[in-house]
């Protein structure tokens, strides 16, 4: 409720001292209100202006402002014995409502004025530009420099990463034949990464894969200690945990190895692994896969070769070499010895294997019932030899000449 003049019918002191507390007050707000109103930069500064005079002419006019209002509802009425009494509050109060107008006008006016300053100089900012910009075009044009017929930027677009593009084909070529994808982590615990593959603590087959471990897992008991993984073997495990014969699956991902960067090797590489384990699987099933994969992958020209190996998690186990794809296998090339497969015709690329039947005893397969086979391939090393590139490194420098061929 805006603050209105009382009529007064009591003039004791107190009752006057009231009524001019409450005025002032009253008085007080409303120059709050306003005040703070100007101080936002977005009102307009002739809104502020108008809500100034307004406040002024409320309180001052000379016809019927709230000061002329008191000396007729005060005042006059005022029995003779109160007039000094009223007198004085009257002029008081007129006094202070003066003080209060004119400090409220030198504050709305100061935001008044910075609004103005404000919009002048956008607007100046404006102008400025749109001439600097017709000056700018019309002197390319004069020049002849622009040529509004030229293309304009393009933007682009990014290659697969060869080591990506590659991983997606050898996955592709098991997706075809019903394989499905699974992946695990790749910081492994000394359990999945080992001792369920049949590699017990301290037994020498570990030294075969220089392992990065992480630090600070003393405390922990040996299975739970933590390392990156040295290969997608350990996602063999954990898929045979989760399901039950029938399995076909192939695990892509990141490996980690503490060797030393040379042109063929790399502390950090890809995989991919692969697993079938059902009933009546036999060596036989494994050739006859590996051998259609290398097909796909290098070329229906392709032989391959199984050589005798030894994997923990297998049993037998093998290498496969396929034929030389550089000089046909037949181990020379344009009269001198084919440097790719150093004269023998074949090239090593992958391991693989029966599941060793202490593996099952370890995910609850029951080894009398099951059988199947496993392999593990590089990545890098298929890239490589599918695209020729002669330095492991040259995948992870990031060097945009190289990656763009691949797109
Ligand atoms: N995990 C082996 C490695 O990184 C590769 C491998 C060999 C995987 C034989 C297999 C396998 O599944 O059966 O050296």
Redesign the pocket.
Known sequence: MPYTVPKLTDFSVAALDNAVRELLSAIQKEKEVLVSEASEPSVASSTKTTGLKVFRDRWLARKNGIVTQITEFWLKVAPPDAKREVGQRVNAVKAEVERYVAETQQRVEFFARQSAAALESVSRVDTDLQALRREATRSELERGRLDITLPGIRRPIGAEHPVIKTMNEIVGVFRNLGYSVEEGPEIETDYYNFEALNFPPNHPARD??DTLFIAGQESKELRDRLLLR????PV?IRTMQKMKPPVRVVCPGK?HRNDALDATHSPIFH?V???AVDTNITFCDLKGTLDHAMKALFGSSVKTRFYPSF?P??EP?ADVQISCIFCDGKGKRDGAACRNCKASGWIEL????M?DPNVYGFVDYDATKVSG??????VERIAILKYGVDDIQLFFQGDVRFLEQFG
Do not use: I
């Open positions: 075969t894969q040295t290969h997608t073997s063999q490996v995989q692994e692969g697993l994997f998690f297998t186990s992958l391991g693989c294997g599941v086979f496993a392999f593990g391939m590089g």
